[in-house]
């Protein structure tokens, strides 16, 4: 909608009703919430000794925020019944934002409200709210911060020395500029105000506009004197500092939240008593519906002062909104690394539990059991990415029967009792047709059971263990687009006996580590190999040297290295300070995450090999060429200058999602069970890792064997070329 001088009268009839309407509809939802009405603290303990504490935030006295604070100190001192008083502190009276947020790190400071672009330099997921467009609906991104990705993102807290309450809000974000901004490409070569973002950078910089960073209280004369065209921010903001005074055009585009964090310091918090902890943090949720209902009250006037000094307010309509969600998408893909593959993905989980029945039931559903948050995050998050490039690509030609792809992923955090829960939670939806997993084999493992009593075809683009496929179950549904511990071992043992090496297996105590013992032995034994020593540790170790000593010891001019990231970068630092380091042959779990970054100039004194399915230097050709450039593009990471060593897990994903479709469409639909048989009857299938002759059969589940495996070593620069 438009409103300009010659339809005024009407123009502002019926915005002045859209805007009620508005009202009307927040109201609703927020009273559908149902917040609670308080209840009195009992607290068990006698004494009735008084605790003052102070809350200090940065917006004035008659805005909505400051008007919540004051409610909150009412309502805290009331429940507590006169125990607990909480004195107001606005406008910055303790400090800016930052000064605050060490004064509450510190103790010196209760309670604060934090900008979260004020967190994100320590706690970047908080830019969560800051994704442009990528809420459906306020509602939606309500929903979201009240349910369990906001709790994801208050649990951070603690590791800054903060205990997260709930978050309340300054508004959602609008547009203003001297044209008006109602379609992606109109914001092509204008010069926008930004706050020093990098993910708001990349917003404009992405719709081809070029973002200067200027300090907000600059922003006014900034725009007066034709520094930059235009910005983005609340209502209140925009009249705060008479914004609107000096721009033309608004566009009502509710494209982001200007979130606040409400959080208690972690001093304060251990020193109350349970029951006044938790009457602060259910106090500050009971009013986060009543802020947020009040900021949109007052924007309803804000809006009248906008309009009468002649700035003329654009609406989105759906499908312009639609352009700007699809023009816009890539900058949640490129900063889900910084935000949490964790976070975004029970974000799609909870949207997918939300559409209604007809929606699901045009669905071919794949979920994801990984790893997003913990050691294996890397993994999870690059095998989701294969998943979604390979989807996008079926989706473009029409999907599979009718049916979209969609792909949702739970975290299991490399926890077993997490993975069952995953499988269960799979199992349980209709529309799901298979489950893709992660990076653990034990997690696998501890599975097995479940997945075969639920039907469900499991499949594989990372965990090696030899026995995830060859289980023994008969009707078996674990099939698998990786490497097996027993091609992995034998294949490594071999490049070290060809320098005459005699080789020491140190293992990670684990189904893994002794998978690869079993392989490896079996190797030795049949090839007259005599080993060195078989060395074990366990997860958390942190002191390899006696163990690296017991192998030079033994007399090993090698070792044979199953481990991951974390104890893998341990030993290795190790290594680096003997005055002759073994050569390493390394199976790939140190490939999972960073290895060179956490070893910096300590990798260059090693002889560090590994095994990899696939090598980037020189670029590729073919299907995996391809994959890379559409990876590239979609996460705005090139190969040439950013190390991709978990690139495997896209490809190997990529491949088990074309190989997953063409079972469905062999199967006729996506029964699991018909879908199961039909993998094991797939023809030929030209993919990125592998031109795959007949990728399964009844007898074997691997679709890859020992000659799909490369010895590949890390350069000076991180990336994984072939070894000589």
Do not use: C
Request: glycine share 8%; net charge neutral; proline share 5%.
């Amino acid at each position: 909608m438009r409103i300009d001088g010659k339809h005024a009268g009407k123009a502002g009839v019926l915005f002045g009703g859209l805007v009620a309407l508005l009202a009307v509809l927040a109201i609703a939802f927020f009273l559908s919430r149902g917040a609670k009405t308080p209840t009195p603290v009992t607290d068990p303990q006698p004494e009735q000794t008084l605790i003052t504490l102070r809350l200090g935030h940065n917006m004035v006295e008659d805005s909505t925020m400051h008007q919540a604070a004051l409610r909150f100190a009412r309502q805290v001192e009331e429940k507590s019944q006169g125990r607990l008083k909480v004195s107001v502190h606005p406008a910055e009276q303790l400090g800016n934002d930052l000064q605050m947020l060490e004064q509450a790190r510190e103790g010196k400071l209760d309670l604060l409200l934090t900008p979260t672009a004020k967190l994100s330099a320590d706690i970047p997921a908080m830019q969560y709210s800051d994704l442009p467009f990528y809420f459906t609906s306020p509602a939606e991104h309500y929903a979201m911060l009240d349910g369990e990705p906001g709790q994801m993102l208050l649990a951070k807290m603690k590791d800054i020395g903060l205990v997260g309450m709930t978050f309340w809000g300054n508004g959602f974000k609008q547009f203003t500029a001297n044209r008006a901004l109602q379609r992606p490409e109109d914001f092509r070569d204008q010069r926008m105000r930004v706050m020093k973002s990098r993910l708001i950078m990349d917003q404009f910089e992405t719709l081809g506009a070029k973002p200067v960073p200027i300090e907000f209280r600059e922003t006014a004369k900034a725009l007066a004197d034709g520094v930059v065209d235009g910005q983005e921010n609340p209502l209140i903001a925009i009249v705060g500092v008479d914004i609107h005074k000096v721009q033309r055009h608004l566009t009502l585009s509710n494209h982001a939240y200007l979130a606040y964090a409400f959080s208690i310091s972690a001093r304060t918090y251990e020193r109350l008593p349970p029951a006044l902890r938790d009457l602060l943090a259910s106090t500050a949720r009971e009013l986060a519906p009543w802020q947020r209902e009040e900021t949109l009250r007052r924007e309803v006037t804000l809006l009248e002062q906008i309009k009468a000094a002649g700035v003329t307010i654009h609406e989105l309509a759906p499908e312009a909104r639609a352009a700007f969600a699809k023009a816009l998408a890539p900058v949640a893909r490129r900063f889900e690394a910084n935000i949490g593959t964790d976070i975004l993905a029970k974000t799609e989980e909870l949207r997918w539990q939300a559409l209604p029945a007809e929606q699901k039931a045009k669905t071919l559903l794949v979920g994801l059991d990984a790893d997003l948050s913990t050691e294996g995050a890397e993994v999870g998050r690059e095998t989701w990415r294969g998943l979604a490039l390979a989807s996008e690509e079926i989706n473009a030609r029409g999907g599979v029967g009718g049916r979209t792809i969609r792909v949702i992923a739970r975290d299991n955090r490399g926890m077993p009792s997490e993975g069952r829960r995953s499988v269960q939670a799979f199992a349980d939806m209709p529309e799901l047709v298979a489950i893709v997993g992660g990076k653990h084999s034990a997690v696998i493992f501890d599975e097995m059971n479940l997945i075969h009593e639920r039907g469900v075809p499991y499949l594989v683009p990372w965990a090696a263990a030899s026995k995830l496929t060859d289980n023994g179950r008969q009707p078996n549904f674990v099939f698998r687009v990786s490497a097996r511990d027993h091609d992995v071992a034998p294949f490594l043992l071999e490049h070290a006996a060809r320098r005459g090496r005699k080789v020491a297996l140190v293992l990670e105590q684990s189904a893994w580590g002794r998978s690869n013992e079993e392989s490896a032995g079996k190797w030795a034994q049949a090839n007259g190999q005599v080993l060195a020593t078989t060395l074990w540790f366990n997860r958390g170790d942190q002191d390899f040297m006696p163990l690296i000593a017991e192998a030079e010891k033994a007399g090993a001019g090698a070792v044979l290295l199953v481990a991951n990231i974390k104890e893998g970068s341990v030993f290795a630092r190790a290594l680096a300070q003997r005055p002759a380091p073994l050569p390493v042959y390394s199976h790939w779990g140190v490939v999972g995450a960073d290895f060179t970054s956490s070893l910096g100039a300590d990798l260059g004194k090693l002889q560090w090999h590994t095994v990899s399915t696939v090598t980037l230097h020189p670029a590729p050709d073919g299907v995996l060429g391809k994959l890379l450039r559409d990876y590239s593009g979609r996460y705005g990471l090139r190969h040439e200058t950013t190390p991709l060593p978990a690139f495997m897990g896209v490809a190997h994903a990529y491949d088990l999602m074309h190989l997953l479709t063409a079972a469905v469409r062999q199967a006729g639909g996506p029964d699991r069970k018909a879908v199961r048989d039909a993998l094991e009857h797939l023809g030929a299938y030209r993919g990125a890792v592998s031109d795959y002759r007949k990728p399964f059969d009844a007898k074997r589940h691997d679709a890859l064997d020992r000659t799909a495996l490369k010895l590949v070593r890390f350069d000076k620069d991180g990336h994984l070329v072939k070894a000589d």
